[in-house]
């Protein structure tokens, strides 16, 4: 029993480590909590996904609504895919990572960005610009110093 307890602390430990540089849900290790990244775009809501329309990208597991979200990912996932792995845009900006909630969003020039909070997504429009810019340049350094 101690054994298959310990076995399953280490593979949890090794997805939550595969899965720093896209925020993922620690239960299921579903990229963004299991919302379909197509629908921001098609629906203009947070769409929760279905195991049904599953797809592995960048070692993470993606759902969506339909098999045409689905699609449509598939031949184009980093125009779909939040901007920073999901990580809170506004975060980001300052120059850290922090979990983005997938309930939290803003569509900038066809860019799908996540927020922590209603709060910081009310910031970040305040210099959307500046924001992004300043993300955009933060980004790599934090996204090399999280686990692959």
Do not use: C
């Not at 909590?33 to 629906?43: I, K, L, N, Q, S």
């Not at 975060?91 to 909630?101: E, H």
């Not at 922590?116 to 993300?135: F, K, N, P």
């Amino acid at each position: 029993m101690l054994s298959a307890l310990w076995a399953g602390m280490s593979l949890e430990a090794h997805a939550t480590a595969q899965s720093r540089r896209v925020v993922t849900d620690a239960n299921t290790g579903f990229a963004i909590y299991g919302y379909d990244p197509v629908a921001y775009f098609t629906e203009h809501a947070a769409v929760r996904g279905s195991r049904d329309h599953e797809y592995v990208w960048n070692g993470v597991s993606w759902l969506f609504s339909s098999r045409a979200n689905k699609a449509v990912f598939m031949q184009n996932p980093d125009v779909y895919a939040p901007q920073f792995g999901g990580h809170g845009a506004l975060a980001v900006a300052r120059g850290y990572a922090s979990d983005g909630n997938p309930n939290v969003w803003a569509i900038y020039r066809n860019r799908l960005f996540l927020f922590y909070s209603y709060t910081a997504r009310a910031a970040w429009t305040e210099a959307v610009d500046l924001h992004v810019e300043r993300a955009d340049q933060q980004w790599p350094s934090i996204e090399s110093s999280l686990s692959r």
